[in-house]
């Protein structure tokens, strides 16, 4: 996520190193001041802000992998409540993001990169102390959940804070890589986790919190040592109200709960849907869908610069589509290896979606400015703001799904229903795509979008 900035004017001014890690006249778009150490700045300040957001990641994920293992360590919870457990992180995250956005100009890069860290704690040491005490009521349980949605909330500061440092020409592939370092956490947190608890006689589920307390104070530490301030960069609010009035904004936006809010929600409820649907087969397999996930965000990216972002959203749609349909299948037929491969598609796809439809992003924004500086310069920023917007609609996603596979299987004793309206969706959203910015007579056709 990337919020809109407004950079001191250094046409002439050198940068200036003060205390507390503030740098003053940051002028990433001088090629001279880029060439002669601004890069290695910028680099410097990407490769801690990726680790944090990692961690955030791997945090806001930890309730998908404890959460299918607590019946048995003694937990007295339905299989809606651990739907609930599982999609309350990703509703409290996508919440937390816009302020996140903000609090990056407001704070500072470093600073914030600090505290967002530290915030981790939070929700580790309570999963550490909650998980050995199966009689923790079902309340406690859903506010210690809530306290993960910090994790999420780091991709929106980390995402703007890198937006800053980069001059416009390289922050596509910067941000790039820090989305997808972050999504990463999702599917590592997924591998490893499972076999650290199980290491020794039992189930130890605290080890879930606790090993990432001193990880997450690492975090606090390279940023207080390795990251910088930028002085003179404000978050633009006017640009943010004037996305808010574009209906792009809004369309873009409900594509994205169909991409990234199906990789997060995906990836929080397959756990669960492979323990709960396909007892005696190997749960610990879910975090490949992740991983599949988080690996093609980059490729979508790369093949939507080439053939357009419309057209890859709209194959993304087509993939989810054929993914949902197998999932159905797979329970259908009580077939595990359809079901886990659907999944495969349905990761595959969300994955690949989440790069095209941020390169999308620009593009629509650029549209009809007939490359007037002016109006390139309101675009720009109008599109910053979109991103930030669609960035925390999109993560809502992570909500919808689990608490839809949950009533389906309430209401109808199955899962087959929730993945019906999925599937819907996926259609309605491709076609929506297509008809806003493909169709040949549509007002953006002649655009390359």
Not at 124 to 140: C, E, K, N, Q, Y
Request: proline residues 5%.
């Amino acid at each position: 996520m990337s919020a809109p900035a407004r950079v001191t004017d250094t046409a002439v001014a050198s940068p200036i190193h003060r205390s507390g890690r503030w740098i003053e006249n940051w002028n990433p778009e001088d090629a001279t001041f880029w060439r002669d150490g601004g890069r290695v700045i910028a680099r410097r300040n990407l490769t801690f802000s990726i680790f944090a957001e990692f961690l955030g990641f791997c945090v806001w994920a930890l309730w998908s992998v404890v959460v299918p293992l607590m019946p048995a360590a003694g937990f007295k919870i339905n299989l809606d409540q651990q739907f609930w457990l599982i999609a309350l992180p990703s509703l409290v995250g996508a919440t937390l993001r816009l302020p996140y956005t903000f609090a990056v100009p407001r704070f500072g890069g470093r600073n914030w990169t600090v505290i967002s860290s530290l915030l981790l704690l939070l929700p580790a040491g309570a999963l550490a102390v909650i998980m050995t005490r199966p009689d923790t009521s079902f309340g406690v349980l859903l506010l210690c959940a809530a306290l993960a949605g910090f994790g999420g909330g780091n991709f929106a500061s980390s995402m703007t804070n890198i937006s800053f440092f980069y001059p416009e020409a390289e922050k596509g592939k910067a941000l790039g890589l820090n989305a997808a370092g972050g999504n990463l956490g999702t599917g590592v947190v997924q591998m490893i986790v499972p076999a650290v608890i199980a290491i020794g006689a039992g189930t130890h589920l605290d080890r879930a919190g606790l090993m990432f307390i001193p990880l997450a104070l690492i975090a606090a530490l390279l940023a207080w040592r390795g990251m910088d301030n930028l002085s003179g960069v404000k978050a633009d609010y006017k640009a943010f109200a004037a996305a808010t009035h574009n209906p792009h904004t809004w369309v873009i936006s409900f594509l994205y709960i169909g991409t990234f809010g199906s990789f997060i929600g995906y990836a929080g409820a397959f756990p669960t849907l492979l323990k709960t649907q396909f007892a005696g087969h190997p749960a610990w397999f879910a975090f490949l869908g992740a991983l599949v996930g988080a690996l093609t965000r980059p490729l979508g990216g790369i093949v939507a610069d080439r053939l357009g972002g419309a057209r890859i959203t709209i194959a993304s749609f087509g993939i989810l589509t054929l993914g949902a349909l197998g999932a159905v299948a797979g329970i259908k037929q009580h077939s595990f290896g359809l079901f886990f491969a659907s999944f495969m598609v349905l990761f595959l796809g969300a994955g690949i979606g989440n790069g095209a439809t941020y390169r999308m992003i620009p593009a629509v924004f650029r549209a009809g400015t007939d490359g007037d500086p002016a109006r390139l310069a309101v675009a720009r920023k109008a599109a910053a703001g979109c991103i930030g917007i669609a960035g925390a609609v999109g993560a809502y996603g992570g909500f919808f799904i689990p608490r839809g596979f949950a009533m389906a299987k309430s209401h109808y004793g199955s899962l087959v229903p929730a993945l019906w309206v999925f599937t819907v969706a996926y259609v309605v959203m491709g076609v929506l795509t297509y008809a806003v910015y493909q169709r040949r007579r549509g007002a953006l056709a002649t655009e390359s979008i």
